[in-house]
Every structure is written in structure tokens, then in C-alpha cells.
């Protein structure tokens, strides 16, 4: 199954590329994935980076979720106009402003298409701590 994120702007050929070196070490995707550089969507205009991930089970997308986030906040930048997509249903990932609120999302996301739920291990670790590492 694949699952893409999408980024769009300014920095999305720099963020994307970044992310990718990123899921390619982080364990968890590696352990349930392949991450690559896809080409943008047909009639995309603008900077629009698409990043696709092979996961063998639905259920690991919430594991990806938490992986995205993990980098966006080592990063120490400010990623927007980035989504996550599984088939035809899109997941804004600039709204996610905790770990918590991010599993919480991400398992009505795999509730809607038929999977059981199932949050990242660190989610608990990052309750309190925003994304944008502010308390």
C-alpha cells in the first residue's frame, strides 16, 4: 500500500529530500516500509514534492505519522502546506500540534478506512510537548 506525503512550497523540494534521508533511518519505517521521491501529481503546479512510502499494513501509517513529526520537530523548522494520503483520504499534518492530537487523528484516519486503530508507541512521550517545541 502506498502513502504519500505531500509538501507543498518554497521549501518543499529541500524538506522533501530531507524527510526521505530521514523515514530511510528511522526504525520504524524501516521495519515497515520503503520511502522515495515521487514525481508531483499531474497538473501540480508550483513547488510540490511528493514522498511516497510502501508499508506492507495500514496500521503502520500511524507509526509514519509519528515519524514525520519526529523530524519536522529535529528540524527545528516550520513545515507547511503538508498532508498525508491513503487512497483518497488526506490528512492536513500542519494541524497536528501534539504527539496525542496527532494519534488521535491518525486513528479516526485508519477507523474511516476499515483498520483497527492503533497510536505510535511515543505518542504518551510527547503529550505535553508541542511540535514546535514550545511547553
Do not use: C
Amino acid at each position: 500500500m502506498r502513502v504519500h506525503i505531500i509538501m507543498q512550497g518554497p521549501e518543499a523540494s529541500f524538506a522533501a529530500t530531507n524527510l526521505v534521508t530521514w523515514l530511510r533511518g528511522h526504525p520504524d519505517v524501516k521495519r515497515h516500509g520503503r520511502a522515495e521521491l515521487a514525481p508531483p501529481p499531474e497538473g501540480s503546479m508550483g513547488a510540490v514534492e511528493v514522498v511516497t512510502i510502501v508499508v506492507a499494513q495500514l496500521t503502520a501509517v500511524a507509526n509514519l505519522a509519528s515519524a514525520y513529526m519526529q523530524w519536522r520537530q529535529a528540524a527545528h523548522r516550520r513545515i507547511t502546506g503538508a498532508s498525508l494520503r491513503v487512497g483518497d483520504v488526506e490528512v492536513r499534518l500542519d494541524d497536528f500540534r501534539t504527539m496525542s492530537e496527532a494519534a488521535e487523528k491518525i486513528d479516526r484516519l485508519l477507523t474511516s478506512m476499515g483498520a483497527v486503530a492503533a497510536t505510535p508507541s511515543s505518542a504518551a512521550q510527547g503529550d505535553a510537548e508541542r511540535l514546535d517545541g514550545t511547553a
